[in-house]
C-alpha cells in the first residue's frame, strides 16, 4: 500500500501576537479521504492554524504543505484553488442562505467585496 502525502499540512508553523506566542511549532497532517477533528479549550490556538492553513494569516515560522509540496505564502486564493474552505463556527452566517448554500459561501465568485451573481 503507497502512502500519499497529506492534503494539507503545518510542519512547525508558530505565530505570536504582538509578541505574545499564540503557536510554537505546531505540526499537523491531514490526509484524503480522513475526517479530522481540531480540539482545544478556548484561546488554545485552534481558530489560529485555522487561519495559517487557509492563508488568512502567514505563519511566523515554519511551513505550509499542500499535496507534499512547501508553499512560500499561503493566501486564500490558493487555499480555494487547492480546495481548502473555512466555515466559520457562528450558528447563522447568512440567515437567508440554506445550509449547503452558507457553506459554499466562500467559492462564490467576488468582486469588489461583493458575491458575483453573473
Avoid: C, W
Avoid at 40 to 54: D, P, Q, Y
Avoid at 70 to 90: D, F, H, K, N, W
Wanted: hydrophobic letters at 45%; glycine letters at 12%.
Amino acid at each position: 500500500m503507497t502512502t500519499r502525502a497529506p492534503l494539507l499540512a503545518a510542519r512547525g508553523v508558530s505565530k505570536a501576537f504582538f509578541g505574545n506566542p499564540v503557536l510554537r511549532e505546531v505540526s499537523i497532517a491531514l490526509q484524503p479521504g480522513r475526517v479530522h477533528a481540531l480540539l482545544g479549550e478556548n484561546g488554545a490556538g485552534k481558530s489560529t492554524l485555522i487561519n495559517l492553513l487557509s492563508g488568512a494569516l502567514r505563519p511566523d515560522g515554519g511551513a505550509i504543505e499542500v499535496d507534499g509540496r512547501a508553499v512560500a505564502r499561503m493566501t486564500p486564493a490558493l487555499a480555494r484553488q487547492a480546495g481548502i474552505a473555512v466555515v466559520q463556527q457562528e450558528l447563522s452566517l447568512t440567515a437567508s442562505l440554506s445550509i449547503a448554500e452558507n457553506i459554499g459561501l466562500g467559492a462564490y465568485p467576488k468582486r469588489f467585496g461583493l458575491v458575483d451573481y453573473n
